[in-house]
């Protein structure tokens, strides 16, 4: 909407004082002042080094746009010109939006029009992405509670076995098939997990060579452990995921800790003085 500089007040502490003793009170009444004061007075507020009336617009008003017009105009009738088309161009631009949205009202009462039916269609793409939103956000919760469901699964199995412990018998190191096919879906969904984790990592400038050894690593040992059920097995699992989330967290303290010693290198730069 364009604006009615008309309608702009100040206080008077924020008026522009012209050397005849008249006053300004906003950029439409510049526009009328400047047809009135003499050349003189114009003179002495535009020179080759200052413009106090682009200043005042622009420090009281905040117009910078009509401030950096008028900031170059040489003479009154310059001055005028510039203030009166930005105006006037203002104002068709208004006229303009008031057409556009007559046009758009009168279309809308047209059962039918084409306005109406892209409009239709807008609405229905935008349920269909709200849709797809809204199922991203079940899953999300779904693989979260599946997650927490793995790992008190996993609390369970534990109370029943003894990981690591070589003088328990050959029967109870296999883990029972039921607990067996669950923790390996776990496993395999926290693997991909850190499969996105490791990726991310990498795109950001990260080494992530051992990570990725690691991950390589815990496949294999996941596809023995479904085959096996063994208890070993299950324990080097265990471990490999404790390594791999160890080896990511020093890669993550060793990014800072280079951000650090470029920020502090760069910073002894600046401060050292030219010779």
């Not at 507020?45 to 009281?60: G, L």
């Not at 930005?86 to 047209?110: F, V, Y």
């Not at 039921?178 to 996105?196: A, P």
């Not at 990014?255 to 401060?271: C, F, G, I, K, V």
Request: hydrophobic fraction near 30%; charge should be negative.
């Amino acid at each position: 909407m364009a604006i009615d500089y008309s309608l702009i007040r100040q206080k008077p502490k924020y008026y522009f004082h012209l050397r005849d003793g008249q006053i300004i009170k906003n950029q439409s009444e510049l526009e009328i002042m400047l047809d009135r004061i003499s050349a003189e007075v114009f003179n002495f507020h535009v020179t080759a080094a200052k413009n106090d009336f682009s200043v005042w617009i622009d420090s009281v008003f905040h117009d910078g746009k009509l401030a950096e017009k008028i900031r170059y105009a040489k003479t009154k009738e310059e001055m005028i010109n510039i203030i009166k088309k930005l105006i006037d161009n203002a104002g068709k631009t208004e006229k303009k939006e008031e057409n556009k949205i007559t046009k758009l009202e009168k279309q809308s009462q047209e059962p039918g029009s084409p306005d109406l039916d892209e409009i239709d269609r807008d609405i229905e793409e935008t349920n269909k992405e709200l849709s797809a939103e809204e199922k991203d956000l079940e899953t999300q919760k779904q693989t979260k509670k599946d997650s927490q469901d793995f790992f008190d699964k996993i609390k369970s199995i534990k109370n029943s076995i003894v990981l690591g412990s070589d003088s328990i018998s050959e029967v109870e190191k296999n883990i029972p098939i039921e607990n067996r096919k669950f923790l390996v879906k776990g496993f395999k969904v926290s693997l991909d997990e850190h499969k996105k984790k490791v990726s991310d990592l990498r795109k950001k400038g990260h080494d992530t060579k051992i990570c990725e050894l690691h991950v390589m690593g815990m496949i294999s040992k996941i596809m023995i452990f479904e085959a096996t059920g063994n208890q070993k097995d299950l324990n080097e699992i265990v471990h490999a995921f404790y390594h791999l989330q160890e080896e990511m967290e020093e890669l993550k303290i060793k990014r800072l800790e280079d951000e650090y010693s470029d920020l502090t290198a760069m910073e002894n730069e600046q401060s050292t003085p030219n010779t």
